[in-house]
């Protein structure tokens, strides 16, 4: 792990964007940097957080934990489903296949939480026993295994809202995907967070949800976008879990609290990030790849802009 102070003196280099000449068509999305070229796509993850769908500052090295640990994630699941990944020659960077991304995002729950208007915790405790059509039993408490995990599918992010509620009956009834290719999307999904759920254990977290985004290259079923990082799962910490506690978090709804806590919910004025909050937060996102993948958290050399330019560059010479 990085000392605090080393963490306090990366703050102002945090990676907020990355320009590349020559490289294609460029889109910036919450957290990454994205360039498409010659049928593939380039992923630069960013330092940016987005606790609330709106960019809300940096954190040194945040991007590298999500891009390296998304990569460690998807050597654990090769043997589930294929993935995107085509080669990463920084650690900012993916070289990924382009594919044709599912118009659903699978959300796969394996405890009964959260707080907004379409978490199951909210829907239950209005009195829904049947939310996104998947009977619950009577009985549940707030932050409770659920008695297996389910599938809670939304439609594909569009500008940040895609909190629209779908059933298994409605994709396929819609034909929003057909019906053989989404029983391949629910087998792999609950495979791939079973698989993760005993990683996690094994490090003294509970992968509690996740986001998966789906794509067919060639036809084939393969995951298309970061899989269980600090940003795309919720962790709890195992022992206060354990204890009865309420659940420790390991993941970035630490950084949603913190901004509710200055009176930010999304809406408003952005309060700024103090460097003290920032390092903080970047140890929790280092800490949380320490823990998983057992490995010590490898910095790539600031500036990183360059790096990844010259890195990207190299590449293309072998391609």
């Known amino acids: 792990m990085l000392t605090h102070q080393e963490l306090l003196q990366a703050v102002p280099h945090a990676l907020a964007s990355v320009d590349l000449s020559g490289w294609g068509e460029k889109q910036t ?31 040194p090295f945040k991007g590298q934990v999500l ?5 460690w994630w998807f050597e654990q699941v090769s043997g589930v489903v ?14 990924a296949h382009e594919a044709e991304v599912l118009p659903v995002e699978v959300i796969v729950r394996g405890y009964i939480t959260g707080v907004t208007s379409t978490s199951l915790w909210t829907l239950y405790n209005q009195g829904e026993r049947k939310p996104y059509g998947i009977p619950l039993p009577d009985g549940l408490k707030k932050n409770d295994a659920l008695p297996e995990p389910i599938i809670t599918p939304t439609t594909k992010a569009t500008g940040g809202a895609h909190d629209e509620r779908l059933t298994r009956d409605e994709i396929i009834e819609q034909e929003i995907i ?4 989404w029983e391949q999307v629910e087998q792999a999904a609950l495979a791939v967070f079973k698989r993760g759920q005993e990683v996690a254990r094994e490090a003294g977290l509970i ?27 919720r962790y709890w910490v195992a022992e206060s879990y354990d204890k009865g506690e309420e659940p420790q978090n390991f993941d970035k709804e630490f950084l949603r609290l913190w901004f509710v806590e200055q009176g930010y919910r999304g809406e408003g004025a952005i309060p700024p990030m103090p460097a003290e909050f920032v390092a ?11 823990r998983l993948t057992g ?6 050399e600031q500036p990183a802009a360059p790096r990844i330019a010259a890195a990207l560059d190299a590449y293309r010479s072998k391609a």
Do not use: C, M, W
């Open 67 to 71: 891009n390296q640990l998304s990569a």
């Open 207 to 233: 992968l509690v949800d996740t986001k998966y985004e789906f794509g067919l290259i060639d036809g084939k079923l393969s995951l298309v976008d970061e899989v269980h990082t600090p940003d795309s799962s």
């Open 29 to 59: 999305g919450k957290v990454r940097d994205i360039y498409s070229v010659d049928g593939q796509r380039i992923l630069i993850t960013t330092d940016r957080v987005s606790a609330f769908d709106r960019v809300l500052g940096t954190i």
């Open 280 to 290: 903080r937060a970047a140890e929790r996102y280092i800490s949380a790849y320490e």
């Open 82 to 95: 294929d993935n995107h990944v085509i080669n990463i020659p920084d650690p900012n960077v993916t070289v």
């Open 178 to 181: 057909e019906k053989g290719l």
């Open 295 to 300: 490995l010590t958290f490898n910095p790539g």
